[in-house]
Structures are given as C-alpha cells and as structure tokens.
C-alpha cells in the first residue's frame, strides 16, 4: 500500500553556507507552485545553524508544513539539529536514489542538503524525487519507525545508550 505524496507546504531554512542554495530553491519551488514558508537565514553573514534546523522541524512535526527542507554547509550539522526534534525524521540526501529512499522507506519529513558539496542543479533534481516519492507504507518499514518513535517517546538513560565514543 503506497499513500499518495501532498507535500504543499514547505518549510526551508539554511545557514549563511546555504544561504544562496535556499534562495534559489525557494524561487524553484515557488515557481513549480509549492507554498514556501522560509525560516531564514536572510543573508550571507555567519550564523548558527541549529536555529534555523529546529524552527523547520518544529513547524513539520507541528503541521504547519508538510515537509521541510533544509541547507548547510554539508547537510550534516542542520540535519543533526533538525533530529533533535521529536517527531523529525531528517534525511541528508546527496543524490535521488537516497533523496527516493529517504521518503519510500524512512518516511523522512525533513531533506536536507549540503551546498558545499552538490551543485544548484543536483540539489533540484533531489528536491523533485522528494516531493513526489510517497511513503510506500509497508509493514517492515512502519515496523522500523515505530521503533524509533517509541525510543524517542520513552527515552533511554545515557547507560543503555551504546555510542562509539
Ligand atoms: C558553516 O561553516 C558549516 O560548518 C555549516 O554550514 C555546516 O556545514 C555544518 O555542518
């Protein structure tokens, strides 16, 4: 069973080192008829990119977007931010098959993508497979996020926790 993709309203934020990926990607999707909401950075000057990754995730989890997209550097520091949030599920994509499992798979409701590491064109040919791939909805993967959700609801302590540091 597959459910039908309605990413409409999408939030979007970046640091300074996304800044102009974000712009871009705003104007792309505005054009394509997708309603942006931008959680900023506004401009080129250094700042923290935790802030802009939690005020996207929050206003996914919450339901005020459908979907959040989110620019770095890399993608790696926004996309740990963002998954601080309960209830995100971010996915750093770097091409469209992960952007494609990313949302097929781990029902991930926040892209992000590093612009120091793809180009303005890639990252839109990601954005489109994400807007448009569907949850497929099956029984092993909502198996899977279930687990996850229910760590995240109930917590473990910093022993049950196994890390590699
Ligand atoms: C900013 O220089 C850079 O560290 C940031 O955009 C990101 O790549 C962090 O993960």
């Avoid at 791939?133 to 996020?145: I, Q, Y």
């Avoid at 995240?152 to 302590?157: C, P, W």
Wanted: glycine share 10%; aromatic share 8%.
């Amino acid at each position: 069973m597959s459910s039908t993709p309605k990413h409409r309203r999408i939030a979007i934020g970046s640091d300074h080192a996304g800044f102009e990926l974000k712009e871009w990607l705003k104007a792309k999707l505005i054009e394509a008829g997708y309603e942006c909401q931008d959680f900023g950075t506004d401009s080129p000057q250094s700042c923290d990119y935790p802030d802009f990754s939690f005020a996207v995730a929050q206003a996914v989890v919450s339901g005020q977007c459908d979907t959040g997209i989110l620019v770095c550097g890399t993608g790696i520091g926004t996309s740990i931010a963002a998954n601080k949030v309960r209830g995100a599920r971010c996915a750093l994509c770097w091409n469209e098959y992960t952007a494609r499992m990313a949302r097929s798979h781990n029902d991930a409701n926040i892209l992000a993508l590093g612009a120091r590491v793809i180009g303005a064109e890639l990252a839109w040919e990601i954005v489109k497979v994400w807007l448009e791939t569907p949850f497929s909805g099956e029984e092993r993967h909502c198996r899977r996020l279930q687990k996850i959700s229910q760590m995240e609801g109930e917590g473990i302590s910093p022993q049950e926790a196994k890390t590699t540091c």
